[in-house]
């Protein structure tokens, strides 16, 4: 599955009710205009700094994989590699 890579400019992103995600907005450099947006196509959107595969195949097979429900509406995954 590809992976998505997009931006978005800073003021345009809304955090809604999500605390976590205003807090890490707020730290922020404010000379920093656009945020770099990750989607695995009707799994997830998110912000992110850090490095991403171009397709899921990147990451090799899944040894295990576990979704978690959390509070406030969040989910984790678990997951290990073979």
């Given amino acids: 599955m590809p992976i998505k890579i ?3 400019k800073i003021d345009e ?5 999500d605390e976590r ?3 890490f907005l707020d730290k922020i450099p404010k000379d920093i205009e656009k945020l770099r947006m990750v989607e695995i196509p009707g799994y997830d959107v998110n ?3 850090g490095t991403h595969v ?3 195949r990147e990451i090799g ?3 295990h994989l576990e979704l978690k429900h959390g509070k406030k509406q969040r989910k984790t995954i678990f997951f290990k590699l073979k």
């Fill in 6 to 8: 997009s931006q978005i």
């Fill in 13 to 17: 992103l809304d955090a809604g009710e």
């Fill in 21 to 23: 995600k205003r807090n």
């Fill in 47 to 49: 912000f992110c700094f």
């Fill in 54 to 56: 171009r397709y899921t």
């Fill in 61 to 63: 097979p899944l040894d």
